[in-house]
């Protein structure tokens, strides 16, 4: 069995990550790094947590909250949805099971090339796009709803291009929702034992977390906002905040995913939800 550190591990070794830095890193330097790096770990990826998130399922979040039970959406029959940051594209499936019009997008094509195959498997055949979510290649007013569930947001150098990006996709009153690590966790070391309780990391230090190679090249590129500059980017690119939900960990959920386990859980929220809506200029 292929566990998350296994995962990441592997990947590690296929990129010659030799250490980690923080430092700034700009639009282009992150898209490389994270392409590479989604390709080189798609398939651990999927070998340790496919079977959770399932072909036509859509799991928000590592504690499990499903949108078939909190309905974060809203009613999606008929409605045109796009997906950022699909990876496999399970939400995606999902969509189109309750009635939906989905489109998949993401940033890499190993991903990409699991979601080909869960189509397959399927017999769902939803449309994907590889694209970066900086750069949506989709027409203007040409969505009802847009959501993504840990997809490219933690990833990309400017929240409020994407924003403003999909200010412009989604249709008057259009619903956003899009589920990131909780800030929060910022400060903790990314460990779901007891070394993961104590705070060591400022709230307030935007400065990326960069894995590097020999040469300093970034194969992985992480970003932190605080609460408030979700918030204040969401305004910015033209939406208003309807709801924030931060998921309690569930009794009896026992699945530890990466730093997500049940004795963090029980202390403080891993995951933060923004429901939003397309804001009339």
Same mark, same amino acid.
């Given at each position: 069995?292929?566990?998350?550190?296994?995962?990441?591990?592997?990947?590690?070794?296929?990129?010659?990550? &030799?250490?980690?830095?923080?430092?700034?890193?700009? *639009?282009?330097?992150?898209?490389? !790094?994270?392409?590479?790096?989604?390709?080189?770990?798609? $398939?651990?990826?999927?070998?340790?947590?496919?079977?959770?998130?399932?072909?036509?399922?859509?799991?928000? #979040?590592?504690?499990?909250?499903?949108?078939?039970?909190?309905?974060?959406?809203?009613? &999606?029959?008929? +409605?045109?949805?796009?997906?950022?940051? #699909?990876?496999?594209?399970?939400?995606?499936?999902?969509?189109?099971?309750? %009635?939906?019009?989905?489109? !998949?997008?993401?940033?890499?094509?190993?991903?990409?090339?699991?979601? +080909?195959?869960?189509?397959?498997?399927?017999?769902?055949?939803?449309?994907?796009?590889?694209?970066?979510?900086?750069?949506?290649?989709?027409?203007?007013?040409?969505? $009802?709803?847009? #959501?993504?569930?840990?997809?490219?947001?933690?990833?990309?150098?400017?929240?409020?291009?994407?924003?403003?990006?999909?200010?412009? &996709?989604?249709?008057?009153?259009?619903?956003?929702?899009?589920?990131?690590?909780?800030?929060? *966790?910022?400060?903790?070391?990314?460990?779901?034992?007891?070394?993961?309780?104590?705070?060591?990391?400022?709230?307030?230090?935007?400065?990326?977390?960069?894995?590097?190679?020999?040469?300093?090249?970034?194969?992985?590129?992480?970003?932190?906002?605080?609460?408030?500059?979700?918030?204040?980017?969401?305004? !910015?690119?033209?939406?208003?905040?309807?709801?924030?939900?931060?998921?309690?960990?569930?009794?009896?959920?026992?699945?530890?995913?990466?730093?997500?386990?049940?004795?963090?859980? +029980?202390?403080?929220? %891993?995951?933060?939800?923004?429901?939003?809506?397309?804001?009339?200029?």
């Amino acid at each position: 069995m292929v566990t998350a550190q296994d995962s990441h591990d592997s990947a590690e070794r296929r990129l010659g990550t &030799v250490g980690i830095a923080h430092r700034q890193v700009g *639009r282009r330097e992150a898209v490389a !790094a994270n392409l590479a790096w989604w390709d080189a770990d798609a $398939d651990d990826y999927q070998a340790t947590h496919g079977e959770f998130l399932g072909d036509a399922d859509f799991v928000w #979040c590592p504690e499990g909250v499903r949108e078939a039970d909190a309905a974060l959406l809203g009613d &999606v029959r008929d +409605k045109d949805v796009v997906e950022i940051g #699909c990876g496999q594209a399970a939400c995606a499936r999902w969509l189109a099971k309750a %009635g939906a019009h989905p489109v !998949a997008l993401d940033l890499s094509g190993g991903m990409l090339r699991h979601a +080909k195959q869960a189509n397959a498997r399927t017999g769902i055949d939803i449309p994907l796009i590889q694209a970066s979510a900086e750069e949506l290649p989709l027409a203007a007013a040409s969505m $009802d709803l847009a #959501c993504s569930a840990f997809g490219a947001l933690p990833f990309v150098s400017s929240p409020e291009t994407v924003f403003a990006g999909l200010h412009r &996709v989604l249709r008057p009153g259009g619903r956003w929702v899009f589920a990131v690590t909780h800030p929060m *966790r910022w400060i903790f070391p990314d460990d779901p034992g007891p070394n993961g309780l104590t705070a060591t990391q400022p709230y307030f230090d935007r400065t990326p977390y960069v894995e590097i190679d020999e040469e300093g090249r970034a194969t992985y590129v992480e970003y932190h906002r605080t609460l408030g500059d979700w918030v204040r980017a969401l305004t !910015a690119g033209g939406f208003v905040l309807e709801d924030l939900i931060e998921p309690e960990w569930p009794e009896g959920h026992l699945r530890e995913w990466g730093q997500w386990s049940p004795l963090r859980g +029980k202390l403080f929220p %891993g995951t933060a939800i923004f429901r939003t809506r397309r804001a009339d200029r």
